[in-house]
C-alpha cells in the first residue's frame, strides 16, 4: 500500500486514538508499547519495560539534564520516565489527542510538568524548535513512508554529537519481505490494525540512517525479548477478554489475531533490533 506521510499519519492515527483503558489492559504498568528487556525466566513485564528505559539510556548516553526528542512517544512512558529519573527536558510528538491528554495529566501527577513539552501532530508536518541532545523513536519510524527524509529531519534537530537511538520491527531479508509483507497475516496486522506500517529489512533502515548523516554505533537484536513482551500482552488479554470489550467493543478477536501473528514471526520471517547512531559529521544538507 503506497500512501502520502499524511495518508499513512491519518490511517495510522485511527488505532492511537483508541482510549487509554484499552492499552492499560495489556500493557505495563507506564503504557509503553514497545519491547521489554529480559534478564532472566522471573523478569516480569513492569521490570522488564523498566529495563528497556534504563538500556535506551545507555545507548544514548544520558547523564542527566539533557534535551531529548521522542517522535512517536505513545503514552508517554519513556518521556516521562527520563524527566522522571534523568532530569531530562523531554519533548513528545504524538499524533494522538487521547496520548497528549494523558501524559499532561501523568506529568502533572509526578510532578515533572516544567520538564515536559508535546508536539501535537504528525512528525513530517509539526514544527519542532531548538537543538536536542538525543532522539528516539521506538517503533514509529515504521509508519513513516520516507524514511530517509524524517531521518534527515532528525539529523538537522540534533547538536553536533548527538545520539540517536531507533528500534523497529523488521523482515529478515528482503526475499522474505517480498514473500511475507502482502500475505493476510501482515496485512492485518499493518493495515488492519495499525492503519499503515511497513516492516522493511534492517539493512533498509541502516541505509537511511547513514544515508541522512549519521554514523552507526550499534545494533542489538531484540528479537527474543519482543516475543516474550507479546506473549506477556496476549496472556493479559485473554485474561480480560471481556473487559477488552466493553472498553473497545469489538476489538477482542482482532487485537489476539495482531499479537498471535505477530510473534508467530518473531526469528522466522521477522526481527526486532535497536540501532544507535551519533550525528558525527555534517548531513547531505548541511553547510560546513
Keep these: 500500500m503506497t500512501l502520502t506521510p499524511q495518508e499513512a499519519y491519518q490511517a495510522t492515527n485511527k488505532h492511537y486514538e483508541l482510549p487509554a483503558e484499552l492499552f492499560a489492559i495489556y500493557l505495563d504498568r507506564r503504557l509503553k508499547y514497545s519491547s521489554g528487556l529480559y534478564t532472566d525466566e522471573h523478569t516480569d513485564l513492569d521490570q522488564a519495560q523498566t529495563n528497556k528505559l534504563h538500556f535506551v539510556a545507555r545507548q544514548l548516553g544520558l547523564r542527566g539534564g ?31 489527542r487521547p496520548q497528549a491528554d494523558y501524559i499532561r495529566a501523568r506529568a502533572e501527577e509526578t510532578g515533572v510538568t516544567d520538564l515536559i513539552t508535546l508536539r501535537p501532530g504528525s ?34 534537530l540534533l547538536r553536533r554529537n548527538g545520539s540517536l537511538y531507533l528500534s523497529e520491527s523488521c523482515f529478515r531479508d528482503h526475499a522474505t519481505y517480498r514473500e511475507f509483507s502482502r500475505r493476510p497475516g501482515t496485512t492485518h496486522v499493518t493495515e488492519a490494525i495499525f492503519g499503515f506500517a511497513d516492516m522493511v529489512p534492517v539493512s533498509v533502515l541502516v541505509e537511511a540512517v547513514e544515508s541522512a548523516g549519521f554514523s552507526l554505533t550499534g545494533l542489538t537484536d531484540l528479537t527474543a525479548h519482543y516475543h516474550r513482551t507479546i506473549e506477556q500482552w496476549e496472556q493479559r488479554v485473554q485474561e480480560q477478554r471481556e473487559r477488552v470489550e466493553q472498553v473497545a467493543p469489538g476489538m477482542g478477536e482482532p487485537l489476539i489475531r495482531y499479537l498471535r501473528t505477530a510473534n508467530a514471526g518473531w526469528g522466522y520471517t521477522t526481527k526486532h533490533y535497536a540501532l544507535s547512531a551519533l550525528k558525527s559529521r555534517m548531513g547531505p544538507t548541511e553547510a560546513p
Design 123 to 156: 512528525f513530517t508536518e509539526v514544527e519542532v524548535a531548538g537543538q536536542f541532545d538525543a532522539v528516539t523513536m521506538l517503533g514509529s519510524i515504521v509508519h513513516m513512508p520516507n524514511r530517509t527524509e524524517v531521518l534527515r529531519k532528525v539529523h538537522g
Design 66 to 96: 539533557e534535551r531529548l526528542l521522542d517522535i512517536g512517544c505513545g503514552w508517554g512512558s519513556l518521556i516521562l520516565f527520563m524527566a522522571q529519573e534523568y532530569g531530562c527536558h523531554a519533548t513528545g510528538v504524538t499524533p494522538s
